[in-house]
């Protein structure tokens, strides 16, 4: 028999689980009937290279944003050297750039007719070679530059909370800064670290325009191609349902890495422990500074080359409406999905029963589907509900029988609460684990109990978490693409719409407006939450 605070949590995890099957159950319901002819297709010309590439780009990316968001985050939360204090908050501001975005720009410089190879056969001769920006470690590259602001966010935060006794203890022992590295800050800050490359790697399962740019097919891309160019939604439902059991995989994979360890609650540094000189202070700033220059200024200047050269000319009043909506729907769908995965890791914390620790991991599931098959699945469940439940309610009140779920911005919202609640959830769950029982405990026993124990005890430990997780998820709902595009209310344009429109048209220096004002725009909340990371106790 379950316990009462077990059965208290029931409810609401189910609820969000429920919301989560609502438009998973159209993929596995999908399986009801197979085309053998489309699936003998796809396995006999398609499957096993999509297959491949689909392993051999999360393995890539995967490895990719460890050494880049660990090693930085090390640099920047424990060593000084030159420019180590501008490049703290800097590193995290190529989370702003979408990857449909750095794809193209990174197409547009490298590729054969690009600016980088015409200027460098003018000057070494015709006979110059560069390796081909579109292939395998060019989308491996982009990707990276895009998502290892997950694991460097994280990791970050989890060595500045580590606090100053362990390393100096480290030390005292006669371990040197990289055995210290090693063997303690490493194997504590593995929870924070496994909880980014889970997003990082969720995120390249589910990205499809960075990888059209690039021409790389992909299992994603297998999805759009079966819906789009065989015409069988069935079979695309069929894809994403195999790309789903991917995600169950991962996170299955990043739990047990995780194991028991636990995220270090000591006091934060004031100061960082080690000071480099010489030879190692110079590696350090450029290593920083390389992939600054890689994953922003130098995107930054061709947007703003595109922009100065054709993309000014489109500048009219279309423009604020976009602007205004983005930022909408930014707000609202973090307010929403950052409440609804508080929720959750609550839940999950005082009732960590196995059915709430499986509806938990259920409501986390959403976030590697691609935007566009998720936002099928929700217009057909809604259209279902307004056929059979909605219109015949409605004329039987005498309101006129019309469809309100589909089409609404309701649906968008779910969709967005659906795609980005692990988003949310990762850095929550984070925060509140680093919260010691006995502070609770002590409260309770003081007479703190109920809503002013939330409000008074839990609220002021989570406010950094709960504003990194705000923050994370209104950026990728700025940038998020395909969902926007298929389920916006009617005149709802954004930037992400904009961008597409002109993308898909070739028009690359036209869409460097509408992605310029996304990056401009998505850099406010990208500072907000640097400089909200980066306070220290004195």
């Not at 159950?25 to 085309?35: H, Q, R």
Request: aromatic residues 12%.
């Amino acid at each position: 028999m379950s316990h009462p605070v077990e059965r208290r949590w029931y409810p609401i995890t189910f609820a969000v689980a429920a919301l989560v099957l609502l438009p998973l159950s159209i993929l596995l319901f999908s399986w009801s009937s197979i085309d053998t002819e489309i699936w003998s297709h796809l396995w006999d010309t398609q499957m096993p290279r999509l297959l491949g590439n689909t392993l051999t780009l999360v393995l890539g990316v995967g490895i990719g944003v460890v050494v880049l968001g660990v090693s930085l985050a090390w640099l920047t939360a424990l060593c000084e050297f030159p420019g180590r204090r501008w490049l703290d908050w800097a590193l995290m501001l190529p989370f702003a750039i979408p990857a449909y975005v750095l794809a193209f720009v990174f197409i547009g410089l490298l590729d054969f007719a690009g600016p980088v190879q015409t200027l460098a056969r003018e000057w070494f001769g015709s006979g110059i070679r560069f390796p081909r920006v579109r292939s395998t470690g060019g989308v491996i590259t982009v990707l990276v530059l895009v998502f290892y602001p997950y694991v460097y966010l994280l990791a970050r935060s989890a060595f500045l909370a580590q606090g100053k006794g362990l390393m100096e203890a480290a030390r005292v022992l006669g371990q040197s800064p990289w055995q210290a590295f090693w063997r303690v800050a490493l194997p504590m800050a593995r929870p924070a670290i496994g909880a980014g490359l889970a997003l990082a790697m969720m995120e390249t399962l589910a990205d499809f325009g960075a990888v059209s740019v690039f021409n790389f097919d992909t299992f994603t891309t297998a999805i759009y191609k079966t819906w789009y160019g065989f015409f069988s939604l069935t079979s695309a439902t069929q894809l994403a349902s195999l790309l789903l059991l991917a995600v169950m995989l991962v996170l299955y994979g990043e739990r047990r890495a995780r194991g028991a360890a636990r995220p270090a609650n000591e006091r934060a540094r004031s100061a960082a422990l080690y000071r480099l000189t010489g030879v190692k202070a110079f590696a350090a700033s450029a290593w920083c500074g390389l992939v600054f220059l890689c994953a922003f200024i130098i995107p930054l200047l061709q947007l703003l080359a595109w922009l100065w050269q054709r993309g000014r000319f489109d500048l009219d009043e279309r423009y604020a409406g976009m602007i205004l909506h983005t930022l909408y729907l930014g707000a609202i769908a973090a307010l929403i999905t950052v409440s609804v995965a508080l929720l959750l890791a609550f839940a999950r914390r005082q009732a960590p029963v196995r059915s709430i620790r499986s509806a938990v991991s259920l409501a986390n599931l959403g976030y590697a589907l691609p935007g566009s098959v998720l936002a099928v699945s929700i217009m057909l469940a809604f259209s279902y509900l307004d056929r059979h439940l909605v219109i015949p309610l409605s004329s039987w009140l005498g309101a006129g029988g019309k469809p309100i779920l589909l089409g609404s911005l309701g649906a968008l919202l779910l969709a967005y609460l659906i795609r980005f609640m692990a988003v949310a959830f990762g850095p929550l769950e984070n925060a509140l684990a680093r919260i010691r029982p006995s502070l609770p405990q002590a409260s309770r026993s003081l007479g703190v109990g109920g809503p002013a124990l939330f409000f008074r005890v839990y609220l002021p430990l989570l406010l950094p978490g709960t504003l990194s997780a705000a923050l994370l998820v209104f950026v990728d709902v700025l940038k998020e693409m395909p969902a926007t595009l298929l389920m916006r209310p009617f005149g709802w344009d954004t930037l992400a719409v904009r961008i597409f429109e002109m993308t898909s048209e070739g028009e690359w220096a036209r869409a460097s407006l509408p992605a310029l004002t996304l990056v401009l725009v998505g850099l406010l909340p990208v500072v907000l939450l640097i400089r909200r990371s980066a306070r220290r106790p004195g």
